[in-house]
């Protein structure tokens, strides 16, 4: 498969999702990957060792006005929901600040807030987010679920039994019984692309805009390699507003990096006790947590188990109807 074929079937921050999901599009603004829990297989590495970055105030402020204040030819602000994501966000030491400045640029009802733990901060994210678009994963915390149904209790936390991810950090190119054309297929019909998020990060001090959020966690884990290529596009006003084509070199340099397309089994994020990992990702892969799980370097498809129906059981917090989702993911292949 041609790269511009594969670009035709990919979807652009742009492009409408489907009537089942929020809004019809999301879009993250990672403020960190800080968090106070280290669950296997999370997509932007808060499992990891090393120094999580830290997005500035200013620099959210100038990632909200990139969506909201757009330039001639296009003025249409972005339409989707706005999510402040991490990480845990309200783990960064300026959530206050950053909230406030949410409040004044983006519009209530696109506001979005992916968290486990408010941690005190439940009457400030009440004015805040829009409950109906926010994802509230508690990860089997029974005194953060409470705070969140006492102190937010239009918002709808989940997550008080365990769920899975796929492996994000095993990657496609590393998978000995793949050949580049079922690479670029699974490319072609990722779950995140077609149905999640772009995602707005700070890429060696810089903000820089992706087409997925787990290429830009793949940069933000690898900015300290100094061979390590800046893939992100500027984040200037309107930047999302295009085809697929200004993300080529994200989609030629993430998406073989990637294991979501694969659907791996993998392990359950808070009770599980294997992480899976390739040999591209092997180097960062540094567990916060050294002795809480072994690693397991992967190097076929079949080391991860069963193939899963969807890579990431946290999409169902972005859908209307999850009952719908199985038979969308078919017509996507279709």
């Known amino acids: 498969m041609e790269i511009d074929e594969v670009l035709s079937k990919m979807k652009s921050p742009r492009d409408i999702r489907p009537e089942i999901m929020w809004r019809q599009g999301i879009l993250q603004i990672h403020i960190t990957r800080a968090c106070d829990m280290a669950c296997t297989g ?5 499992n990891l060792a090393g120094k999580p970055v830290l997005m500035t105030p200013d ?3 100038e990632s909200c006005e ?3 204040d757009c330039p001639p030819p296009h003025f249409k602000p972005y339409w989707g929901v706005v ?3 991490g990480g845990n966000p309200t783990v960064h030491p300026d959530f206050e600040e950053i909230c406030r ?8 009802e696109q506001r979005g807030l992916w968290s486990n733990n408010l941690r005190g901060y439940g009457k400030l994210c009440r004015e805040t987010f829009n409950p109906e678009y926010s994802n509230l994963n508690v990860h089997m915390n029974r005194a953060a679920y409470d705070e969140i149904k006492r102190d937010w209790p239009e918002s709808h936390p989940k997550g008080l039994q365990d769920s899975r991810h796929s492996p994000p950090w095993v990657a496609m190119q590393d998978m000995e019984d793949l050949t580049d054309d079922d690479r670029w297929n699974l490319v072609a019909n990722c779950d ?3 149905l999640w998020s772009a995602i707005i990060c700070v890429f060696r001090g810089e903000l820089r805009a992706f087409f997925c959020e787990v290429a830009g966690a793949q940069s933000m884990l690898h900015q300290n390699e100094p061979d390590y290529p800046d893939t992100g596009l500027p984040v200037t006003p309107g930047w999302w507003n295009q085809s697929m084509k200004p993300f080529e070199a994200q989609v030629r340099k993430h998406c073989f990096a990637c294991g979501i397309p694969l659907k791996g089994e993998g392990d359950f994020a808070v009770t599980g006790t294997t992480e899976f990992v390739s040999k591209t990702h092997e180097e960062i892969y540094k567990l916060k947590h050294k002795n809480s799980k072994n690693i397991k370097i992967v190097t076929k498809l079949s080391e991860m188990g069963r193939k899963l129906e969807r890579a ?5 917090n972005g859908l209307i109807d999850i009952k719908k989702l199985p038979k969308l993911v078919d017509s996507i292949k279709t």
Request: proline share 3%; hydrophobic share 35%.
């Open 101 to 108: 400045r949410m409040q004044r640029i983006v519009p209530f």
């Open 59 to 61: 620099q959210f402020e």
């Open 312 to 316: 990431t059981d946290y999409c169902e």
């Open 192 to 194: 995140i692309n077609q």
């Open 66 to 68: 990139s969506l909201m």
């Open 42 to 46: 999370c997509t932007q590495g808060s």
């Open 83 to 85: 999510g402040v994501f």
